[in-house]
């Protein structure tokens, strides 16, 4: 089970951090990735991470914006959200998979077999 949280109302320029929370990422294979869907798009990916070694991926329009990260102790994926535009508008999902990082390298909704609710993050002056 995973469960998001940290979304919500940011003006441009501001920041957010997300959270992923999980019971556990049950050995050390897991890819955990963030996808995000604004209205009337499809769902595309943000950034992902491998648990086992830490790697991570990031979509290439958000390099140097957002950053993904791990707590193994507390089983828990974080987001930071930095200089936050309009376009960044959406529900953010998280995602988990046992299939490793080579799912970080496709990031294709798809291939994830675990997801969370959903978090709205809204920018917006």
């Known amino acids: 089970q995973l469960v998001e949280s940290g979304g919500g109302l940011v003006q441009p320029g501001g920041s957010l951090r997300l959270s992923c929370a999980s019971s556990?990422?049950?050995?050390?294979?897991?890819?955990v990735a963030w996808f995000r869907q604004a209205p009337g798009k499809e769902r595309e990916g943000v950034s992902c991470?491998?648990?086992?070694?830490?790697?991570?991926s990031h979509v290439d329009s958000m390099k140097g914006r957002f950053t993904i990260s791990r707590d193994i102790a507390d089983n828990t994926v974080y987001l930071q959200m930095n200089n936050l535009k309009p376009e960044d508008t959406g529900v953010y999902y998280c995602?988990?998979?046992?299939?490793?990082?080579?799912?970080?390298?496709?990031?294709?909704?798809?291939?994830?077999?675990?997801w969370g609710q959903g978090t709205q993050v809204t920018v917006s002056s």
């Open positions: 995602a988990a998979d046992p299939g490793g990082f080579r799912l970080c390298v496709t990031l294709r909704p798809a291939e994830f077999g675990s």
């Open positions: 556990g990422f049950d050995g050390d294979y897991y890819a």
């Open positions: 991470i491998g648990m086992r070694g830490g790697s991570t």
